[in-house]
């Protein structure tokens, strides 16, 4: 009888999941960080850092751009680290937008990334022109720079149990509604953990 082959594995994809930084992770900008994964592959991964406010507020953003803020919900708005590449772009992340015309798979913006099941990117000014407008996407974070992984980086990194994940599903609202300084423990709660509960040596979720 011919000797079985053993199943392939389906390769990882963290696209619209959370990396929750264990606590061994001591990176001076990845030390308990939560990323939302924007895209994952097996060329690699692009994500967001969603829990490190910097200095810089979206209406001080905004005014170096000449574009005068104009929507109130969003004046105390602040401008994320999202990750140590490219610190000097802007990256939206927001709600997807439903464009009026019917049956259009045209984007809202002219560079979108669009998220399978979950948010969409926006690297285009278009989107920051909108909000400053009074228009825009309702729910949106805006980070500088991103984190990137190589062809299998973050797969390692997982192996070393640098990171939980959890699948971002619906919860996707712990993103703009959750004060960043309780985002660590909100994506833990997802995974029924706290974070006196976390130590290097537990795997992945």
């Not at 929507?71 to 680290?81: F, G, T, V």
């Not at 992340?93 to 009026?100: A, G, M, V």
Request: hydrophobic share 40%; charged share 20%; aromatic share 6%.
């Amino acid at each position: 009888m011919p000797a079985m082959s053993p199943p392939i594995e389906a390769p990882l994809n963290l696209t619209h999941h959370y990396l929750v930084a264990m606590p061994h992770l001591e990176d001076d900008f990845f030390a308990r960080s939560v990323v939302y994964v924007c895209e994952h592959s097996e060329r690699g991964a692009l994500g967001l850092v969603i829990n490190k406010p910097g200095r810089l507020s979206l209406p001080a953003l905004l005014e170096k751009i000449d574009l005068p803020l104009h929507r109130q919900d969003l004046q105390k708005q602040p401008i994320y680290q999202g990750g140590p590449v490219q610190t000097d772009r802007g990256f939206v992340l927001h709600d997807p937008i439903i464009l009026d015309a019917p049956h259009s798979e045209e984007a809202a913006y002219a560079s979108t990334l669009s998220i399978p099941g979950g948010l969409e990117m926006t690297t285009s000014k278009d989107v920051l022109e909108a909000i400053a407008h009074g228009a825009g996407p309702q729910r949106i974070l805006v980070a500088l720079g991103y984190a990137s992984w190589s062809e299998g980086q973050l797969e390692s990194e997982l192996r070393e149990n640098s990171w939980l994940t959890v699948e971002a599903g619906q919860h996707s609202a712990i993103i703009f509604e959750t004060p960043p300084e309780q985002r660590y423990e909100a994506v833990l709660n997802l995974l029924g953990l706290k974070p006196w509960m976390l130590h290097s040596e537990a795997g992945n979720a």
